[in-house]
């Protein structure tokens, strides 16, 4: 798994590629961490070069869409989410959980 | 029916992750088909190094596969803790955010991505068989 953080001024991208698995979760939920330790709480993930999700990392995915929800000062949303990813997330029942974005320029365009 | 073995450890999940992709390549199954089986495999292992070890590190992860002309059939083995498979429940979408809850979801995926799930525990070993059939939804 790799990430690539950039700081917008009003939101962060992080690009996630390859393997988000029960050895690589941990280092996104520490990324994830990072940034809203920080007091960031709008954060778009880049799902576009994203090949597997297990259910360690649609956790983490959940974990902090709930911790940038509260009091309403951010949220998560994610962008160009390819298909074997959308149906995990949807046999999840994750989908209403997070808006979807067909690329990067329209999710941080959201915010 | 060659048999792969890997320490039981979250780094092994890649590289029985490529097993599978040879498997379902090997199978003839779709994108989709193929990342549910994937995903079945990944979670299975996961629950072994958890539940059944406690932890990594301590004990192997058996992985073999066949090909039959209609079915794939992956079988992982373990010398862990004897796994009692629990009630299978579908993940509860009409809550509010904050009262999701994320367990249960790796049983969950294994149960809805593989057409057949069995389990057996013989001379000390966790014994999971994995089927997936061509022709059925996703291949």
């Known amino acids: 798994m790799e990430l690539n953080h950039t700081e917008f001024k009003r939101c962060d991208v992080v690009k996630v590629s390859g393997r988000v698995d029960s050895a690589t979760a941990p280092r996104l939920a520490e990324k994830l961490s990072e940034i809203m330790d920080a007091g960031r709480y709008r954060i778009v993930l880049d799902?576009?070069?994203?090949?597997?999700?297990?259910?360690?990392?649609?956790?983490?995915?959940?974990?902090?869409?709930?911790n940038c929800k509260r009091y309403n000062r951010g949220e998560v949303v994610l962008a160009n989410v390819q298909p074997n990813i959308l149906s995990a997330l949807d046999l999840a029942g994750f989908t209403p959980f997070f808006k979807i974005f067909e690329d990067t320029v329209s999710a941080v365009g959201n915010f | 029916m060659p048999t792969f073995v890997f320490p039981g450890k979250y780094e092994s999940l890649a590289k029985i992750a490529e097993l599978v992709q040879i498997a379902t390549r090997e199978f003839g199954l779709d994108s989709c088909a193929a990342y549910g089986v994937e995903?079945?495999?990944?979670?299975?292992?996961?629950?072994?190094?958890?539940?059944?070890?406690?932890?990594?590190n301590r004990g192997e992860i058996e992985f073999s596969y066949e090909i039959t002309s209609n079915s794939l059939i992956i079988t992982l083995r373990d010398q862990g803790k004897k796994f009692k498979p629990k009630k299978i429940e579908k993940p509860k979408t009409n809550?509010?955010?904050?009262?999701?809850s994320d367990h249960?979801?790796?049983?969950?995926?294994i149960h809805q991505w593989m057409d057949e799930v069995h389990y057996d525990h013989r001379e000390g070993y966790n014994?999971?068989?994995?089927?997936?059939?061509?022709?059925?939804?996703?291949t």
């Open chain 1, 47 to 66: 799902l576009q070069d994203l090949d597997f999700i297990s259910s360690a990392g649609l956790r983490v995915l959940i974990g902090a869409q709930k």
């Open chain 2, 39 to 56: 995903t079945a495999v990944d979670e299975a292992c996961s629950n072994i190094i958890e539940h059944a070890y406690g932890g990594e």
């Open chain 2, 95 to 100: 809550v509010p955010l904050k009262n999701r």
């Open chain 2, 104 to 109: 249960g979801l790796g049983l969950y995926f």
């Open chain 2, 127 to 138: 014994i999971l068989t994995l089927i997936k059939h061509k022709g059925t939804m996703n």
